[in-house]
């Protein structure tokens, strides 16, 4: 079973073709399928999920039941579209991926539905931007394996209630809050992703590197993964890069020194911040004071969507304390000024912002 990746391209690709069946997907990247783990025993990190699916997966097979529905969040490259393909690969099943943005009309989710097999799984990424009609079409499918079509108009009207198969949705989100309670209830299992550590991300990149057949030192794997923003994704995307460097510009093998030298070429700095993680801590120091400041205006001033500074440059900057969330918008904290190598204005420290 190849499971096809969450990468940007996603959305994309599943618009084309909202029924995307894993073994018709066209990988643009092939490099990136290799890598994926495809069991529990090669996905590292995100032990306490994996020890809770383990037995809910043996539970689900000793019943010969399908698995209840599940919804996993978290920022994104944590592994939400993996650990789904783990759980197809162990249970045997077909994985359908899609993704919330596809399912614009009601004949997309209802094709969908209709066309998944006993105890295949349907994967939704981005679950948080159904609307409201996907949403109410997937109430009865998820709770009694049924579609409920209304076929006529007024006092005509009739409700036909079309049986299912018994399927598993699995819903992948960043915004778990955005997601409506009568959704969030019909998941048996919600559990959120964490960043990894370091220590784990050493052995995602030792891992990565020995299948792309890239020579690289416990330290030098180290390196990276010291700069991938607690990310699986991150730490693989830049081992691919460092070894570009180690090919090219030294003997080939990622140590401490390639690995450290070539992320400073690429600008990614201790904290594996990028250019435009630093271009917001700096906007926000230098044109509002520390802040705080709306997300709206940071994002205007940065020409970037609201919603890929929140998805993806903000809940690192949080997480690794550089960044804080105020009612009154985002302000940059002591550790985040110390970062940049600014001192703090005074006013910073009102107790009120
Ligand atoms: N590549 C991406 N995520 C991974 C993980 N959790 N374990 C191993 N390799 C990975």
Redesign the pocket.
């Known amino acids: 079973m190849a499971i096809i990746s969450d990468d940007e391209g996603l959305e994309k690709r599943v618009k084309r073709n909202p029924i995307v069946k894993s073994e018709t997907i066209e990988y643009d990247n092939l490099f990136e399928s290799n890598?994926?783990?495809k069991d529990f025993d090669?996905?590292?990190?995100?032990s306490a999920l994996k020890e809770t699916l383990k037995i809910t997966l043996e539970a689900a097979k000793r019943r010969e039941k399908p698995l209840d529905h599940m919804l996993f969040y978290g920022p994104p490259g944590l592994?939400k579209t993996?650990i789904a393909g783990v759980i197809a690969a162990q249970m045997g099943v077909e994985i359908r991926i899609t993704s919330a943005p596809s399912l614009e009309r009601p004949r997309d989710i209802i094709g969908i539905l209709m066309s998944l097999k006993g105890g295949e799984i349907l994967f939704i990424d981005e679950i948080h931007r159904l609307n409201k009609v996907a949403e109410e079409i997937l109430y009865p499918a998820m709770e009694d394996f049924t579609l409920d079509m209304t076929t006529g108009k007024s006092q005509t009207a009739k409700t036909l209630r079309v049986p299912l198969p018994k399927f598993t949705l699995i819903g992948a989100t960043t915004k778990a809050g955005e997601l409506s309670s009568p959704l969030r209830d019909r998941f048996g299992m919600i559990h959120r992703l964490e960043f990894?550590t370091v220590e784990e991300l050493t052995?995602?990149v030792m891992?990565?590197a020995k299948i792309l057949e890239v020579d690289i030192t416990e330290k030098g794997a180290e390196a990276i993964a010291r700069r991938s923003r607690g990310t699986?994704?991150i730490a693989?995307r830049l081992v691919k890069r460092v070894s570009d460097f180690a090919i090219v510009k030294y003997d080939g093998t990622i140590d401490e020194k390639v690995a450290n030298e070539s992320l400073d070429i690429l600008k990614i700095d201790e904290f594996g911040l990028d250019n435009t993680d630093r271009a917001l801590l700096s906007l926000i120091i230098d044109k509002y004071d520390g802040g705080p400041v709306g997300i709206e205006t940071i994002a205007a001033a940065l020409s970037e969507d609201v919603r890929t500074i929140e998805d993806v440059c903000e809940p690192y900057l949080l997480q690794a304390g550089l960044l804080q969330r105020t009612p009154r918008g985002r302000k940059v904290s002591p550790e985040g000024f110390r970062h940049l190598g600014r001192k703090m204005p005074s006013t910073q420290t009102s107790l009120f912002d």
């Open positions: 890598i994926r783990p090669s996905y590292i990190g995100q592994g993996t990894y052995k995602v891992r990565t699986p994704r693989n």
